[in-house]
């Protein structure tokens, strides 16, 4: 047999770590993810919302010219182009008549897939909770937590809440859950556009050239764009989001008082996620802006999680979170970092009472 060469003994060498790498690595160090595989996640749950879809099939892959954000998480670790997790839903519960009252059971949950972790990890998770539902249980792979062991945020965070942990497993996955009831009114709202006062002409003004000027479409993991109005407005397209935050950064260098909503729409037995902007015209009473149509929405028949964006979770994350804007999927961090929406699967079902 033919003696090898010193420089093939280094290619094999070099080819069985790769192998050997590949199969040691943890999950959260081997994958590597795409703008495509992002979109194509969120149609296939029926995440986007019709009108959001239509033009996500024509516009493509946004820009990404603009410079990632220095304390985003995918700045830190280099993950450029992250798919965002798909909660899957279940439209299996009959939808009921529109009525001004209706009462839900959501059960929302977080699962961290076995060998993600080759060693056993202390796991903490921070799952949506809105404010005002009446929690029914949480805890891990359906074994309830006591109180003690479960942090609701409170009225003083922008982001609603609910924290555990645990320790991660090599052979099977972990499933963090919540369990809640929440109520909604389905009725119209008033929104900017029926409003009369002189007070709002201005927010008017604003709202009615976003719509007229700003197409409605996805955009990529917010923690990846550094400033987000800037990007809407110089590519004249952005999501729901998006156009809320030119809207609010619009208003507030007028001296309006705008702010950022976000939460869950049930829908059709369907359920889809919400960002919207709202407007005082003297800081108490804050009225709804309809950026893609003239209709507002009405915050009422969401489930409303977050009162604001760019706010601190409680408690306080100690790795800087996948989506730094806002939080409507959850975060989980390990001891070592971050754990990234694409390594965590999170699943929705809701219940008409």
Same mark, same amino acid.
């Given at each position: 047999m033919a003696k090898m060469k010193k420089s093939e003994v280094i290619l094999w060498t070099m080819v069985l770590i790769a192998l050997a790498a590949n199969i040691w690595l943890p999950r959260h160090l081997r994958q590597k993810y795409s703008w495509d595989?992002?979109? +194509?996640?969120?149609?296939?749950? !029926?995440?986007?919302?019709? %009108?959001? /879809?239509?033009?996500?099939?024509?516009? !493509?892959?946004?820009?990404?010219? *603009?410079?990632?954000?220095? @304390?985003?998480?995918?700045?830190?670790?280099? /993950?450029?182009?992250?798919?965002?997790?798909?909660p899957e839903v279940d439209g299996s519960q009959p939808v009921p008549e529109r009525s001004r009252r209706t009462g /839900?059971?959501?059960?929302?949950?977080?699962?961290?897939?076995?060998? =993600?972790?080759?060693?056993?990890?202390?796991?903490?998770?921070?799952l949506p909770y809105p404010q005002g539902?009446? /929690?029914?249980?949480? !805890?891990?792979?359906? $074994?309830?937590?006591?109180?003690?062991?479960? =942090?609701? +945020?409170?009225?003083?965070?922008?982001?609603s809440s609910l924290y555990m942990q645990t320790r991660s497993s090599r052979y099977k996955d972990i499933t963090f859950y919540e369990v809640y009831e929440? %109520?909604?009114? &389905?009725?119209?709202?008033? !929104?900017?556009?029926? @409003? +009369?006062?002189?007070? &709002?002409a201005s927010a008017k003004e604003i709202a009615s050239w976003i719509r007229d000027s700003i197409s409605l479409a996805p955009m990529k993991e917010y923690s990846t764009i550094e400033d987000i109005p800037g990007q809407v407005l110089s590519e004249r397209r952005g999501d729901e989001g998006g156009k809320a935050l030119l809207f609010i950064k619009m208003c507030q260098?007028? *001296?309006?008082?705008?702010?950022?909503?976000? *939460?869950?729409?049930?829908? *059709?037995?369907? $359920?889809? &996620? @919400?960002?919207?902007?709202?407007?005082?015209p003297d800081g108490k009473e804050w009225i709804p802006v309809g950026l893609s149509g003239k209709n507002a929405p009405n915050p009422? +028949?969401?489930?409303?999680?977050?009162?604001?964006?760019?706010?601190?979770?409680?408690?306080?994350?100690?790795?800087?979170?996948?989506?730094?804007? %806002?939080? &409507?999927?959850g975060e989980v961090e390990w001891e070592g970092g971050n754990l990234y929406f694409p390594l965590w699967n999170s699943e929705i079902t809701i219940e008409y009472l």
């Open positions: 595989r992002d979109l +194509s996640q969120r149609v296939a749950a !029926g995440l986007l919302r019709p %009108d959001t /879809l239509a033009v996500a099939k024509d516009t !493509g892959s946004p820009s990404s010219s *603009g410079r990632v954000h220095p @304390r985003s998480a995918a700045a830190e670790y280099g /993950l450029e182009e992250m798919a965002q997790p798909v /839900l059971r959501v059960r929302y949950s977080i699962t961290v897939p076995k060998g =993600t972790f080759r060693l056993r990890e202390n796991l903490r998770c921070w539902a009446r /929690l029914i249980e949480a !805890g891990v792979n359906d $074994v309830p937590f006591p109180e003690e062991n479960i =942090t609701l +945020s409170g009225t003083s965070s922008p982001h929440y %109520d909604v009114t &389905l009725n119209e709202v008033k !929104g900017l556009e029926e @409003r +009369s006062e002189e007070s &709002l260098d007028k *001296g309006i008082s705008a702010r950022y909503r976000s *939460g869950l729409e049930p829908s *059709g037995g369907k $359920v889809y &996620l @919400r960002e919207w902007a709202e407007v005082s009422e +028949s969401f489930i409303l999680i977050n009162n604001d964006s760019n706010g601190e979770l409680s408690p306080e994350k100690t790795y800087p979170r996948s989506d730094n804007v %806002d939080f &409507l999927r």
